[in-house]
């Protein structure tokens, strides 16, 4: 399974980014997740959403985030407003279900003026 991140770049503070994640197969039966790492830093889970929709997100990007998923297309997103210099990380997709994990190759977040 192949997981194609994209979106990141350089934003300024409050502005808005939306990240993609394209799966090689059908994400309809997975939590589909957004995590980042930030220099120095552990992985930590962003956002995530079961197959039946509900979501769940870290306290810190509660408001501001908001995870999406489109099973036809087989494609995750994640829409960040109001970014802040602690948003900054390389973000990763995730697709997990049971003992099958696997992982994006990460997409680079910048908050910087």
């Known amino acids: 399974v192949q997981l194609q991140a994209s979106g990141g770049g350089l934003v300024q503070p409050g502005g808005s980014l939306r990240l993609s994640c394209l799966a090689s197969?059908?994400?309809?039966?997975?939590?589909m997740g957004w995590y980042r790492q930030a220099p120095g830093k552990e992985r930590e889970l962003v956002a995530r959403?079961?197959?039946?929709?509900?979501?769940e997100y870290v306290d810190s990007v509660k408001g501001r985030f908001s995870i999406s998923r489109n099973n036809a297309k087989n494609t995750l997103n994640l829409q960040m407003d109001g970014l802040q210099s602690d948003d900054t990380a390389v973000y990763y997709c995730?697709?997990?279900?049971?003992?099958?994990?696997?992982w994006g190759q990460g997409t680079l977040v910048t908050v910087s003026s």
């Open positions: 197969r059908s994400i309809s039966s997975f939590v």
């Open positions: 995730n697709m997990g279900r049971g003992f099958l994990n696997y």
């Open positions: 959403i079961t197959p039946g929709g509900s979501t």
